[in-house]
């Protein structure tokens, strides 16, 4: 089956705030800029998961997380982080970062009923307001994709792997994020916050997806549980390195990874020898790609 090739990305409406230099390309609309009261979400017409029928797809599913995952925006998400949770509760700006690091994998509002249990209810629902209305313009405003994405994304298609999105971030921005960055195409579907946790998002990519290998790809520790809580899934890492943080390979794979790096390049080769379920067709399929027979004689 030949490769797809990549449509252009639809192009957002360009909208620009203060203080906030244009980006180059499609930019994303903004999200509740008027005040935390009249914050609004990115109007979108979705597909309800219940009401999208099982299929079978030819080799097996690859479900990406998105932030600090495909895209390199964790730093920046962080320090958004650490300033709205020191203006809301007092949190010393360090400790609150690392207190927002040390919980990624999880939505923000989960975030902060964990680590303010006994905050009112109504300053938590309007700090994670504020939080994800600065997340847009001031850490996906500057955020790119980790330079070997678009590659590796290219090759998982050609070697027939099916690709979808679970994030704790809100499934329509991570659809204009992807579009802006020219990636949205690869992938079958987008599940968000408000279509449930991760371990939800695992369970429904399975039932869509039944009799083949999940991997999930994330970067958290609550993602390597996520995917140690759905039967037959497969959690694989991406670690992390920042300032005064560090998740580094051996401890994704503590926490129930199955493969783990820095980088995402080898992915392909891991996702092959952790490959189980029914019988590999990329295996049959790489050895009559064109050319193998060349290579395999040239020995």
């Known amino acids: 089956m030949p490769s797809r090739k990549p449509r252009p990305p639809r192009t957002a409406a360009r909208t620009t ?62 320090h958004v982080a650490s300033d709205v949770l020191n203006k809301a509760f007092g949190t010393p700006p360090e400790e609150g970062r690392i207190h927002y690091l040390a919980t990624t994998g999880m939505p923000f509002e989960a975030q902060l009923a964990q680590l ?34 678009p590659k590796l994304l290219k090759r998982l298609d050609r070697e027939q792997w099916t690709m979808v999105i679970s994030t704790g971030a809100e499934a329509e921005m991570a659809d204009l994020m992807l579009e802006r960055e020219g990636l949205r195409y690869w992938f079958e579907d987008v599940l968000g916050s408000k279509d449930g946790t ?23 520790r609550f993602d390597m549980e996520a995917g140690r809580g759905v039967p037959g899934a497969i959690a694989v890492a991406r670690a992390t390195s920042l300032h005064g943080w560090t998740l580094a390979p051996e401890d994704l794979r503590r926490w129930g990874a199955a493969w783990a790096d820095y980088s ?24 009559n790609r064109p050319g193998a027979a060349r290579r395999r004689g040239a020995k």
């Open 17 to 78: 705030p203060p203080g906030i230099a244009p980006l180059e390309g499609p930019e994303l609309p903004l999200v509740g800029l008027a005040s935390e009261s009249s914050f609004v979400a990115v109007p979108a017409v979705r597909v309800a998961p219940a009401s999208v029928a099982p299929r079978r797809v030819r080799r097996g599913v690859v479900v990406f997380d998105l932030d600090g995952t495909i895209l390199d925006d964790l730093s920046l998400i962080s």
């Open 116 to 149: 303010y249990p006994d905050a009112p209810a109504a300053l938590r629902a309007s700090t994670a307001r504020t939080f994800h209305q600065r997340k847009v313009t001031e850490a996906y405003a500057h955020a790119g994709t980790f330079p070997e994405v």
């Open 198 to 220: 991760k371990r939800e998002h695992l369970a429904e990519y399975r039932r869509r997806y039944p009799g083949v290998p999940l991997f999930l790809v994330g970067d958290s």
């Open 264 to 287: 995402l390049a080898g992915l392909p080769e891991a996702l092959a020898s952790l490959e189980i379920g029914p019988a590999a067709p990329s295996k049959v399929a790489a050895k």
